[in-house]
C-alpha cells in the first residue's frame, strides 16, 4: 500500500486549499479511505471520510460545512477540499484506510496571517 498527499501550503486566514492523495497497491475502489489531522503537540484528529463509491461521506463537527472530501476510482485518488481555512487547522493532514491502519507520510497546511 502506498498513499502519498500533496497540496499542503501556508495560507491566510479565510483561505483555501485543495489536497489530493494517490493511492496505488491495493484495490482502491474497494476500500474507505479517510484523511486525518494532527497539529503540533496534539493527538491524531480524524477529521473525513468518504464510502467506496463516493456516494456519502461523513465529516467531524470541526470541519463540516467547510471541507469537502471527494474521490476518483478511476485515478485511484482521494481530494480534500478546504474553505474558510482557520488558524486551529494547521496540522499536518494524512490520507489513508482507517480500517487497515494504513496511513500516507501527510502535507502540511499552515493557516496563519
Known amino acids: 500500500v502506498q498513499l502519498v498527499e500533496s497540496g499542503g501550503a501556508s495560507v491566510q486566514p479565510g483561505g483555501s486549499l485543495r489536497l489530493s492523495c494517490a493511492a496505488s497497491?491495493?484495490?482502491?475502489?474497494?476500500?474507505?479511505m479517510s484523511w486525518v489531522r494532527q497539529a503540533p503537540g496534539k493527538g491524531l484528529e480524524w477529521i473525513c471520510d468518504?464510502?467506496?463509491?463516493?456516494?456519502?461521506?461523513d465529516y467531524a463537527d470541526s470541519v463540516r460545512g467547510r471541507f469537502t472530501i471527494s474521490r476518483d476510482n478511476a485515478k485511484n485518488m482521494v481530494y480534500l477540499q478546504m474553505n474558510s481555512l482557520a488558524p486551529e487547522d494547521t496540522a499536518l493532514y494524512r490520507c489513508?484506510?482507517?480500517?487497515?491502519?494504513?496511513w500516507g507520510q501527510g502535507t502540511q497546511v499552515t493557516v496563519s496571517s
Open positions: 497497491g491495493f484495490t482502491f475502489s474497494s476500500y474507505y
Open positions: 489513508g484506510i482507517a480500517t487497515m491502519d494504513n
Open positions: 468518504i464510502n467506496k463509491s463516493g456516494s456519502r461521506a
